[in-house]
């Protein structure tokens, strides 16, 4: 029997990671048993996601910083030291991570001085949209050049991963197992209905705005004209709700406060379990989001998303499925609000009307994929593309019609 590690870090990877663990703590038999530890600090989140799945971690790597943090040397030193120690006590056959976490950079890093095969769920890339420096880039770069085999979400992120050099026979076109989480989230009925409520922005009485601040402090100046921009909308705009949802542990909650504490139709709330999460989203009608941390989700439940960043100059940017560039200053998130309120109709096309219900990030079966892949690799240690039919997005049915057409 194999034995298959999964390593969670952050609550998005507890997300994306849960239904990979249940599709093979059903389907693996006697050929696969999978273990899943809980490393850094994110307990409580990662304990409440978890449950939702009828998960709880087989071992917990906690580090205990004391009152004040440490820097990132002693962090990382100290997890992986922890880790390193975890995988010599029991020592697994295959690791399997996802995201753009340190504890996840820290698992793969040791699996591989061990050789041991590492499959990687990774993050989609957006075509560049995701930031380009900082800690996550590199923790993704490093994971995109040491693991064994990479699951992505669409063929997009594929080419990115060809042009960086990645083989071809160790990439595996899944869907991202967003998808499958709030499919299983939907079936146990947190959400109201199906999981996709397709409301018209247009025409409603009172429009609700969803807006989402990641967990990242940001450069003041670019938060205080997001909050100035939502205390003016709020101010001229009676009939528009927003509920301003913080990560906990942020350092911009003072701001905020200051800014819109007073403003009678912003609420501001907490870091809340994810299921809860997943409701409040679903009973708004779009996102206004400083990153693309929860754009999954927004896509998964259909509602569109305003991004407030600037679109770079040259940037080689693919339209993403609901998404508007808002930009950063004060005038340009409330234009966009504005425009994306008077819910401006499009055009239907007869191509993409046949095939609009297919999800650009998947269609419920990534973790089938990616358990038939492991099954597969526990029989003759092989990872490849060939265990599993490959997920095919919107984008790609939509240029094979078009080809087709012409």
């Not at 071992?59 to 990382?76: D, Q």
Request: hydrophobic content about 45%; some cysteine; overall charge negative.
């Amino acid at each position: 029997m194999r034995q298959v590690l999964a390593v969670v870090g952050t609550r998005s990877e507890m997300v994306r990671l849960a239904p990979v663990i249940r599709r093979l703590r059903n389907d693996g038999g006697r050929a696969v048993t999978v273990r899943w530890i809980q490393v850094g600090d994110h307990a409580e989140q990662i304990w409440q996601t978890g449950a939702i799945f009828g998960l709880s971690p087989d071992h917990e790597i906690a580090i205990n910083h004391g009152p004040s943090p440490t820097n990132l040397l002693e962090h990382s030193w100290a997890l992986t030291n922890a880790i390193s120690k975890e995988m010599e006590c029991r020592p697994p056959d295959l690791l399997v991570v996802q995201g753009e976490s340190l504890p996840a950079m820290l698992a793969a890093q040791q699996a591989f001085m061990r050789r041991i095969p590492v499959i990687y769920l990774a993050t989609p890339s957006y075509y560049g949209i995701r930031q380009t420096n900082g800690q996550k880039n590199s923790y993704r770069k490093l994971l995109n050049a040491i693991s064994t085999f990479q699951c992505v979400a669409n063929e997009e992120d594929l080419i990115q991963l060809r042009e960086r050099g990645v083989p071809a026979f160790e990439i595996g076109i899944t869907g991202d197992t967003v998808v499958d989480a709030i499919d299983t989230v939907t079936r146990h009925g947190v959400l109201n209905g199906g999981k996709a409520v397709h409301d018209s922005v247009d025409g409603l009485a009172s429009t609700r705005i969803l807006v989402l601040l990641g967990a990242e402090s940001r450069w003041v100046g670019s938060l205080t004209d997001l909050a100035l921009a939502i205390a003016d909308l709020a101010h001229s705009l009676s009939d528009v709700d927003f509920t301003v949802v913080l990560e906990p542990g942020t350092a911009y909650q003072d701001l905020l406060t200051a800014i819109l504490g007073s403003t009678l139709n912003v609420a501001i709330r907490e870091s809340m379990p994810y299921p809860e999460f997943l409701r409040l989203m679903q009973q708004h009608d779009f996102v206004l989001a400083d990153s693309l941390d929860y754009y999954d989700e927004a896509v998964a439940l259909c509602k569109p998303t305003l991004l407030a960043q600037d679109l770079t100059p040259g940037q080689d940017f693919i339209q993403l499925t609901g998404l508007t560039f808002a930009g950063q200053r004060r005038d340009q998130i409330v234009r966009a609000v504005l425009a994306l309120r008077q819910g401006c109709r499009q055009i239907v096309d007869p191509i993409t009307d046949s095939i609009s219900a297919i999800n650009s990030l998947g269609d419920g079966h990534a973790a089938s994929r990616i358990a038939r892949l492991i099954l597969n690799w526990s029989r003759n240690q092989i990872l490849t593309p060939r265990a599993f039919e490959p997920f095919r997005s919107r984008q790609a049915l939509q240029a094979r019609a078009i080809t087709e057409v012409a």
